[in-house]
């Protein structure tokens, strides 16, 4: 048994639809009972009386080798998050989240972890292509007290990816209360300085967490099918927050951090912005839209112009969920928040403009897949199964590409993320994605009944013994072993942790 330790006393108030999809992995029809769920909606009562908390830069220095080193503590602690009282959390060196690392391309980085909680966890870097070993899943659980130091070269485009812990069975535990940072990726493309960059001035990361507390300030859990269900937001650990802009140009780095709900992001006066890029990057052109909608773990970077003087405010508006309006309810589909008030200066510095091109993202071959593989999402299993740390579920051969077709068959919210590699969607519904699905991706949302095509080409790292994972990142679901495992070999090579293990079913 896991201790408990890192657990604080929370209410939890249990929704009909959730004790019975606890009881067994019931699924579509039940949480119709949630429908009586009232919507969340912050529209005009947030104050904003705060301002935004930049996390600040990880120091880091360079060993004797030239590999950038970084430390980092996971801690329990105790934040002031509310008037209401100080909350328990737990966070990388601080009380709530973590530093942001940041590592151009090329370079060889070693975090050293060290687990100052009471309990075991892991640290897992999500979006990095990386050895399995040096991943952070559930197989590289480091104890309490224990210490970690992965290690592996940086190698892939400039991006915003985002590291958090991954024990089985505790992840969303270990998330909603706090553990949780970002990782960006720089490189020397084209658009790095033509873009917005500097750090909590122009190129600002905006981490979005729904809460709900307690009267006397702790977190509280509702649920619903999804997962928890906050009814407040948190923009890096800040309730109530406001930026002040100082240029005319802010980018602002997307990340839902949430362990259940979608976010569909927006501006409260519809203005329209630029999304640039993606989970794993940045999109081959800025795309001009007015909305971003956001599945938990997924990243969108946005460059959005303001006007001097003027105020905006970033917005959530009920996300597109595909589920029917009952089930909607209960899962966030019919919520409004008011996220991050966005206060420009009276005078803007000058910033340029966004470069009609931005990187090249080539297009991954259909005509060279290798193996087709298929994974419904039904309940809380993929293809039929929970995750089982002895079997391997897809043995894949280092230097192919493959076709996954991914369905989410239970009617209710989904989504589908794949550790190692950043992937391309292929077509959804039988249709190619819109441009902004269409760069690299690490995590898609699913909607109900609609297959969707991944194309994901494996390179570099091989390790028949050590698996990676692929998973829904509603955590809970997660949690609950809506999870399989993929190792990657050289040609011909077999896995080998499935020794012992069978399948009964
Ligand atoms: Cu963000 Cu397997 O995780
Ligand atoms: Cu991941
Ligand atoms: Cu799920």
Redesign the pocket.
Known sequence: MLSRSLRRPRATVLTAGSILVAATVLSVGLTSCSGRVAPVDTTGRVEFDTTLVIPRLAESRLDAAGTRVFALVAEPGVTELTSAGPTTTAGYNGSYLGPTLVARRGEKVRVELHNGLAEPTTL?W??MHLPAAMDG?PHQMVAAGAEWSPEWRIDQPAATL?Y?P?PHGE?EEQVSMGLAGLFLIEDDGPAALDLPHEYGVDDVPVIVQDVRFTASGEFAEQRGFVGILGDQLLVNGTLGPRFEASTELVRLRLLNASTARTYDFGFDDARSFQQIASDGGLLAAPIPTTSVQLSP?ERAEIVVRLVPGQTTTLVSRPPALGVDPNASAGNGGTDRFDVLQVIAAAVLSPSGRVPAVLAAVPRLDAARVAITREFDLNGTQINGENMDPARVDATVTVDTTERWQVENTTGLPHNF?V?DVQFQIESIGGRPPPAALAGWKD?VYLPPHTPVDLLLHFSDYTDPGMPY???C?LLWH?DRGM?GQFVVTNPGEQATITEGTHHDH
């Open positions: 897992h999500h979006g899943g985002w958090h991954h992840t773990g993320h550790h995590t994972m692929y998973h990142h997660e999870m």
